[in-house]
């Protein structure tokens, strides 16, 4: 049986978050800022059509925000979070087979379905109910391939006759729809990779899809070998309804405010331990290294604000998922690090060197309830959080953040706090 992928994009997810509980929002410019309020991460259409830029700092476009009444917010994560798993959950109800890509993005399987249902009709359903149901826009590309799927959502994006929805399981329209894109609209095609593949004369799509393979290898890599396959109908790049277990996490912010003092560094490490292991416990794994990083702002004036960066890791005895057991370590690992006289800009920490519950032989003094036990605890800890968020913690991490991020545009959790909800006047 022939493969069919669909790759489905939310269309500027962040932005659509927030216009979503803002009826008032609905034709005004909107732009999502990262963290610190810094630059502009997200855009609505309307932003966009004003030539707003990704990535652009907020303070230089101020008087263009504020000339056509632009309306920003901060990142708010737990809005997105709970609206991306809304999608995915109707997603999963409609398909076969989905596999998450990112917090916007999914693959679906679709192999069989043309059978029952014309693929294009199915891909406008698929539009019609996470609108009808949840309030955002997707966009769905249709192919034999993931990566010609990418193409198609591309191409579902970039033409409004094609209401949101491009089926290139044929052939030739594959070949038309290459032919007017440039090669870096390619999947994995970067920037650099671009240049020398325009270099060798590779200029559309099209080129690299009719490119000799032998030679692309010869010249590129076996990475790139695999795409011009996927190009031409041939399925090389699996679907992963099961996410592939992290190698690290990583838990990191930028400070509000200029950090000085280690009793409040202290309290950022814990918090940034807190959240890296709420993370390994829901990978349904063990860590049993941990790093803690800090440094200050590259950006400054380094005659008046020197410039410092330090990390340093240690391994527990053996592998863990205990908030406890990386507190401990990680405070050890600050204090040896820290230096007074600076003004830090960022820390964070990473837990590395994977393992799955019961694969590495426990403390020889450490008895197996107590493994339970310490294993009931943080669960219980994770399953009270996830219903009145940041409502249990350890002493260590202060419940008073004034080196938090600034987010002073912030807007309600509208779907995950009781607070959060709009009040009929």
């Known amino acids: 049986m022939s493969r069919v992928f669909a790759l489905v994009d939310c269309n500027n997810f962040y932005a659509s978050c927030e216009k979503l509980f803002r009826p008032d929002l609905a034709d005004r410019p909107v732009v999502v800022l990262s963290n610190n309020?810094?630059?502009?991460?997200?855009?609505?259409?309307?932003?966009?059509?004003?030539?707003?830029?990704?990535?652009?700092?907020?303070?230089?476009?101020?008087?263009?925000?504020?000339?056509?009444?632009?309306?920003?917010?901060?990142?708010?994560?737990?809005?997105?979070?709970?609206?991306?798993?809304?999608?995915?959950?109707?997603?999963?109800?409609?398909?076969?087979?989905?596999e998450v890509y990112s917090i916007d993005e999914a693959f679906l399987d679709l192999s069989g379905v043309a059978t029952a249902i014309n693929l294009t009709d199915f891909g406008h359903q698929i539009r019609q109910r996470i609108q009808q149901w949840i309030g955002i826009a997707v966009c769905v590309g249709i192919a034999p391939t993931k990566t010609l799927a990418k193409l198609a959502n591309h191409g579902a994006k970039s033409w409004s006759k094609t209401g949101g929805v491009v089926d290139l399981t044929s052939k030739e329209r594959q070949r038309k729809l290459?032919?007017?894109?440039?090669?870096?609209?390619?999947?994995?095609?970067?920037?650099?990779?671009t240049k020398r593949l325009e270099e060798a004369g590779i200029h559309s799509v099209l080129d690299l899809a009719d490119a000799p393979t032998k030679l692309i290898r010869q010249q590129f890599s076996v990475v790139v070998e695999r795409t011009v396959m996927e190009l031409n109908g041939e399925s090389c790049i699996e679907l992963e309804d099961i996410p592939p277990t992290k190698k690290e996490i990583v838990s990191s912010r930028a400070f509000g405010e200029r950090v000085t003092e280690l009793a409040v560094m202290h309290e950022a490490v814990s918090e940034y331990v807190h959240r890296a292991c709420k993370k390994l416990r829901q990978e349904r794994c063990q860590a049993k290294r941990i790093s803690v990083f800090l440094r200050t702002s590259p950006f400054s004036d380094h005659q008046l604000d020197p410039y410092y960066s330090n990390s340093r890791?240690?391994?527990?005895?053996?592998?863990?998922?205990?908030?406890?057991?990386?507190?401990?370590?990680?405070?050890?690992?600050?204090?040896?690090?820290?230096?007074?006289?600076?003004?830090?800009?960022?820390?964070?920490?990473?837990?590395?060197?994977?393992?799955?519950?019961?694969?590495?032989?426990?403390?020889?003094?450490?008895?197996?309830?107590?493994?339970?036990?310490?294993?009931?605890?943080?669960?219980?800890?994770?399953q009270i959080n996830q219903q009145m968020p940041n409502s249990l913690y350890f002493a260590s991490k202060s419940a008073k953040q004034s080196w938090g991020m600034k987010r002073e545009l912030l807007s309600p959790a509208f779907t995950t706090n009781w607070n959060g909800l709009p009040k009929a006047r």
Request: glycine share 8%; hydrophobic share 45%; charged share 20%.
């Open 37 to 98: 309020d810094g630059c502009v991460v997200a855009r609505s259409k309307e932003a966009k059509a004003l030539g707003i830029k990704m990535g652009v700092p907020v303070f230089q476009i101020k008087e263009l925000l504020e000339k056509n009444n632009v309306v920003a917010f901060s990142s708010n994560y737990a809005l997105y979070a709970d609206m991306s798993a809304r999608v995915m959950r109707t997603l999963e109800e409609m398909a076969p087979a989905v």
């Open 178 to 193: 290459m032919a007017l894109l440039p090669v870096n609209e390619v999947w994995g095609i970067g920037g650099r990779l």
């Open 313 to 382: 890791s240690a391994e527990l005895s053996y592998p863990s998922d205990d908030t406890r057991d990386f507190l401990h370590v990680a405070n050890k690992l600050l204090n040896a690090i820290w230096k007074d006289g600076f003004r830090y800009a960022k820390a964070g920490v990473m837990l590395s060197d994977f393992y799955a519950h019961g694969v590495c032989q426990q403390d020889l003094f450490a008895t197996s309830d107590t493994v339970r036990g310490n294993s009931a605890l943080m669960g219980l800890i994770d």
